[in-house]
């Protein structure tokens, strides 16, 4: 004998929606982006926005541009004869190839870790507190409180705490990396 179950009775229930999210601000908006090696053309008609407090991963074949589309974002490639950049790059609303704006404000203000970890040949202190030396800054107390938080930030404070001046090319190819990242930090640029 077949038994057929009862049917199933369901109680109609109401959901509301979550409100839609607040859309984060945009940090950087490139238009049209295209850049020139010599004759060479490296970067073909890009475009894209990048939002605030979000971390924006760029992931294609070696070769592809990502290196050289970031280097547009801190006038890196200004440093390059021979290169060639059209297009928009607004860095929070500002022009940042305008005529003018301040470049070293926009190194500044927008932080680079590259690939290849490229510690400097000093010590691990000096390495972190470096960018502030350069902007000027020479109070021992404040250094040492930007050294300690952006070490701290990197993950890399309690393996170094206690060498800080050793020699940063003494350190771990992943150490040497994030020490370059604690350099980064340190400045407080508003993009990373």
Not at 10 to 22: D, G, R, S, V
Not at 128 to 145: C, E, F, H, N
Request: net charge neutral; glycine share 6%.
């Amino acid at each position: 004998m077949i038994t057929i179950p009862e049917p199933l009775l369901l109680t109609p229930t109401i959901t509301f929606a979550p409100a839609p999210p607040e859309q984060a601000p945009t940090a950087v908006s490139i238009r049209h982006a295209n850049v020139w090696y010599g004759e060479q053309q490296a970067i073909h008609d890009i475009s894209l926005e990048i939002p605030a407090n979000q971390v924006t991963a760029f992931i294609g074949p070696s070769g592809c541009g990502k290196s050289t589309l970031l280097r547009c974002l801190n006038r890196m490639n200004d440093l390059i004869d021979g290169v060639r950049i059209t297009g928009g790059f607004l860095v929070q609303d500002r022009d940042i190839y305008s005529s003018t704006t301040d470049v070293i404000d926009v190194r500044r203000r927008i932080g680079m870790v590259f690939q290849k970890s490229n510690p400097l040949a000093k010590s691990i202190y000096e390495n972190v507190v470096y960018g502030l030396r350069v902007a000027g800054i020479r109070d021992r107390p404040t250094l040492d409180a930007a050294c300690e938080r952006a070490l701290r930030s990197a993950a890399l404070w309690d393996e170094v705490k206690d060498r800080l001046d050793a020699s940063g090319l003494s350190l771990s190819g992943g150490q040497q990396q994030r020490l370059c990242i604690a350099r980064t930090i340190a400045i407080e640029p508003d993009i990373i």
